[in-house]
Antibody, heavy 120, light 110 residues
Framework: QVQMVESGGGVVQPGRSLRLSCAASGFTFSYYGMHWVRQAPGRGLEWVAAFYGDGITKEYADSVKGRFTISRDNSKNTLYLQVNSLRAEDTAVYYC?????????????WGQGTLVTVSS | QSALTQPPSASGSPGQSVTISCTGTSSDVGGHNSVSWYQQHPGKAPKLMIYEVNKRPSGVPDRFSGSRSGNTASLTVSGLQAEDEADYYCSSYAGSNNLIFGGGTKLTVL
């Protein structure tokens, strides 16, 4: 069955970096757009970044543009999010989510999330 | 872009129907068909319930339905069941390759 498992979260000081990973299985990874969505503690969902199914196009929310970089390795069925210059407001559970297709912005499968806490 | 506007809470008794609204603008909810709804139970990942305004993914009960009027989308849950108690989020394409979510609605089954 379709499964995504995120890893790489943790406690990090402001200004530092982390790389989040999302290992996917149960589907042809390269065919699908993949996204990162985050949720601050007790708050709502926020779309962060997308890597379309064309294998080329990447998009970012304005709040993370220039600090976060999404990438994917189709040979390893893995999605990444490099998060730099972390701020307190980046504290959240980060979910990877599969697009319904190449790029529909509908997410039909989600991982369990990885928690990033930015604190000194 | 600003978040879509949802009521913070909604409630209904078992068997009743409840409707949750999601208000945006002509640049998002009213201007695109990429309007979706997600259900999230505490401590769990969200689950897609409705996409493209009114389509249900396979496995989602037909008690869940979506609609739109102007700049407001709605999720209706009919025949409320205890397991429907959860947070519900709407989302919409907002142009310029951006997606925005609503603030979420906590649905309580009385």
């Amino acid at each position: 069955q379709v499964q995504m498992v995120e890893s790489g979260g943790g406690v990090v000081q402001p200004g530092r970096s982390l790389r989040l990973s999302c290992a996917a299985s149960g589907f042809t990874f390269s065919y699908y757009g993949m996204h990162w969505v985050r949720q601050a503690p007790g708050r709502g969902l926020e779309w962060v970044a997308a890597f379309y199914g064309d294998g080329i196009t990447k998009e970012y929310a304005d709040s993370v543009k220039g600090r976060f970089t999404i990438s994917r390795d189709n040979s390893k069925n893995t999605l990444y999010l490099q998060v730099n210059s972390l701020r307190a407001e980046d504290t959240a559970v980060y979910y990877c989510a599969r697009d319904l297709g190449w790029w529909t912005l509908d997410f039909d499968s989600w991982g369990q999330g990885t928690l990033v806490t930015v604190s000194s | 872009q600003s978040a879509l506007t949802q009521p913070p809470s909604a409630s209904g008794s078992p068997g009743q129907s409840v409707t949750i609204s999601c208000t945006g603008t002509s640049s998002d909810v009213g201007g695109h068909n990429s309007v979706s709804w997600y259900q999230q139970h505490p401590g769990k990942a969200p689950k897609l319930m409705i996409y493209e305004v009114n389509k249900r993914p396979s496995g989602v009960p037909d008690r869940f339905s979506g609609s739109r009027s102007g700049n407001t989308a709605s999720l209706t849950v009919s025949g409320l069941q205890a397991e429907d108690e959860a947070d519900y989020y709407c989302s919409s394409y907002a142009g310029s390759n951006n997606l925005i979510f609503g603030g979420g609605t906590k649905l309580t089954v009385l």
